[in-house]
Nanobody, 124 residues
Framework: QVQLVESGGGLVQAGDSLRLSCTAS????????MGWFRQAPGKEREFVAA????????YYADSVKGRFTISRDNSKNTMDLQMTGLKPEDTAVYYC?????????????????WGQGTQVTVSS
């Protein structure tokens, strides 16, 4: 079992920056990737960014590319999402997730464990 706890959400204005963090505990040695997803009210959960454990390779949704940066510290089992140039459409609950090596990075089916989520609200 893996437990995930997100932190860092909040209310910001358009153009501001925010940094989300995710701390993993438990049996994390089998996790090949970590990722961030988000879900806005009335919408389906969507992929935001992911990072591979082995080589640190990253992948981003087009909507956040160039504005968000994902990073991780394997020694501390933490993962961050630095968000800059925030827009009102970034408003959502953000979830961190970990998974094995199956499925591509952006596919939620490849993630076995999920955090409870942290709210990010961007006002215009």
């Amino acid at each position: 079992q893996v437990q995930l706890v997100e932190s860092g959400g909040g209310l910001v204005q358009a153009g501001d920056s925010l940094r989300l963090s995710c701390t993993a505990s438990g049996r994390t040695s089998g996790s090949a990737k970590m990722g961030w997803f988000r879900q806005a009210p009335g919408k389906e959960r969507e992929f935001v960014a992911a990072i591979r454990r082995s080589d640190g390779g990253t992948y981003y949704a087009d909507s956040v590319k160039g504005r968000f940066t994902i990073s991780r510290d394997n020694s501390k089992n933490t993962m961050d999402l630095q968000m800059t140039g925030l827009k009102p459409e970034d408003t959502a609950v953000y979830y961190c997730a970990v998974g094995g090596s199956f499925y591509v990075l952006a596919d939620p089916r490849g993630y076995d464990y999920w955090g409870q989520g942290t709210q990010v609200t961007v006002s215009s």
